[in-house]
T-cell receptor, first 112, second 114 residues
Framework: GDSVTQMEGPVTLSEEAFLTINCTYT??????LFWYVQYPGEGLQLLLK?????DKGSNKGFEATYRKETTSFHLEKGSVQVSDSAVYFC???????????FGAGTRLFVKA | DADVTQTPRNRITKTGKRIMLECSQT?????MYWYRQDPGLGLRLIYY???????NKGEISDGYSVSRQAQAKFSLSLESAIPNQTALYFC?????????????FGSGTQLSVL
């Protein structure tokens, strides 16, 4: 079945460092890919998405490119801030949107 | 006010007790979902509903039941709670009419079963 694998955390970075969180997926067909973010004490919220190969999703300085050849959707940010500290979830949706499959989540700590 | 509201935010209960978690939404979405979050396992789908008359099991429905009382309300019940149901539970919604697969989440209910 469909699945999402993302790098284990926690990831600890200093402010202004470069961030990469790896995500790979297994799916039939052409899934849509997502990154959701969960701030402390809150529910998940969509950070960015891409719906077809080579699309780049971007939001709040974060970017991810849908790479079908490597089945990957890695999250990147050029300069992280303390306020980016959160748990990041990679996810896919492959069946008309009614079943979103999530990775295990990667916790990011950013130190001032 | 939050678009997707879950109650209670926290609940401690004992093994064998029946418990209900409630979710209401003001987004006008037709689809609603219940997920549970466990450390290292991400979110797993318990039940989902496309509309009031349509309820479907997710990947981990055993020990749970749901009720879609109205388009805006979707409750999750644990008939006889057990300790391994201790988790963070999320309700989510989506809108099929806009062909947008984006999920909107509530703030979660932390459930502890002793």
């Amino acid at each position: 079945g469909d699945s999402v694998t993302q790098m284990e955390g926690p990831v600890t970075l200093s402010e202004e460092a470069f961030l990469t969180i790896n995500c790979t997926y297994t799916a039939t067909g052409y899934p849509s890919l997502f990154w959701y973010v969960q701030y402390p004490g809150e529910g998940l919220q969509l950070l960015l998405k891409a719906t077809k190969a080579d699309d780049k999703g971007s939001n709040k300085g974060f970017e991810a490119t849908y790479r079908k050849e490597t089945t990957s959707f890695h999250l990147e940010k050029g300069s992280v801030q303390v306020s980016d500290s959160a748990v990041y979830f990679c996810a896919l949706s492959n069946t008309g949107g009614f079943k979103t499959i999530f990775g295990a989540g990667t916790r990011l700590f950013v130190k001032a | 006010d939050a678009d997707v509201t879950q109650t209670p935010r926290n609940r401690i209960t004992k093994t064998g007790k029946r418990i209900m978690l409630e979710c209401s939404q003001t987004k006008g979405h037709d689809r609603m979902y219940w997920y549970r979050q466990d450390p290292g396992l991400g979110l797993r789908l318990i039940y989902y509903s496309f509309d009031v008359k349509d309820i479907n099991k997710g990947e981990i429905s055993d020990g749970y039941s749901v009720s879609r009382q109205a388009q805006a309300k979707f409750s999750l019940s644990l008939e006889s709670a057990i300790p391994n149901q201790t988790a963070l539970y999320f309700c989510a919604t989506s809108d099929s009419r806009g062909r947008d697969e984006k999920l909107f989440f509530g703030s979660g209910t932390q459930l502890s079963v002793l």
